[in-house]
Every structure is written in structure tokens, then in C-alpha cells.
């Protein structure tokens, strides 16, 4: 089983940045993409951002609304579990990306990452708040 813990919230300005972390670690986390999800207030919530596997060459997927904006990344965990973080950096924020947000894994045999599909695991979630 995969576990998922973001971390990195807060309130920024109008412009500013923020960088969410997203710790993952759990059994077979190797066979599954992460990907970063949006829930603005009394909206749906949406797929932003994606990474694939390290095996499947860890190419990356962000939606019309974010990209040249936010940059995902992830970074190798020492940790003999296996386990290793992804990060989200968020810059020239606007009050539109207020929200919730997430990080999910998806297991996938391809290795690509997709912005659709069912997730298999979840965080619980960060709050992000863009007001100046």
C-alpha cells in the first residue's frame, strides 16, 4: 500500500510562490505515477499536474491552466524504504489557485503518467490561500 503525506500550505500574495511537498513511500510505490490535484472552493476537483515512474522515465504532464506556471519534480529518498518526495512549485499565483490541494498515485503499467484515470491513493491534502 502507497502513503501519501503533503506538507507546504500557507498564504501567499498575489504573485508570489509557494513549493507543496508530497512524501510518499509503501509497498509497489515503484509501478505508480503521482499526480497533483486541484479543489478550489465549492468547485470539482482537477488534475493539474503529473509524473511518470523513474523506470518509465519520469516525463511530466501539467493542464492548460497551470503549465509555464507550476514546475513538479521529484527527488530521491535515502530512506531504505524506497520512498522519495514530489514537489510541486507554484509560482505567479493567482486567487484562482486558492484551494485544496493534493497528491495521488496511480498505478501504471506504461510508466506515463496521465492528468485522467482513477487514482488508487490519496493525501489528505494542503491548503493553499492566494490574497493579498
Known amino acids: 500500500q502507497v502513503q501519501l503525506v503533503e506538507s507546504g500550505g500557507g498564504l501567499v500574495q498575489p504573485g508570489g510562490s509557494l513549493r507543496l511537498s508530497c512524501a510518499a513511500s509503501?509497498?509497489?510505490?515503484?509501478?505508480?505515477?503521482i499526480n497533483w490535484f486541484h479543489q478550489a472552493p465549492g468547485k470539482e476537483r482537477a488534475g493539474i499536474s503529473c509524473?511518470?515512474?523513474?523506470?518509465?522515465?519520469?516525463?511530466?504532464?501539467?493542464?492548460?491552466?497551470v503549465k509555464g506556471r507550476f514546475t513538479i519534480s521529484r527527488d530521491s529518498d535515502s530512506r531504505d524504504s524506497g520512498g522519495y518526495t514530489v514537489y510541486l512549485q507554484m509560482d505567479s499565483l493567482k486567487p484562482e489557485d486558492t484551494g485544496v490541494y493534493f497528491c495521488?498515485?496511480?498505478?501504471?503499467?506504461?510508466?506515463?503518467?496521465?492528468?485522467?484515470?482513477?487514482?488508487?491513493?490519496w493525501g489528505k491534502g494542503a491548503l493553499v490561500t492566494v490574497s493579498s
Open positions: 495521488a498515485a496511480m498505478r501504471s503499467t506504461s510508466g506515463r503518467c496521465s492528468l485522467q484515470g482513477a487514482m488508487h491513493y
Open positions: 509503501g509497498f509497489g510505490l515503484q509501478y505508480h505515477t
Open positions: 509524473i511518470g515512474t523513474p523506470l518509465g522515465g519520469g516525463r511530466s504532464n501539467y493542464a492548460d491552466s
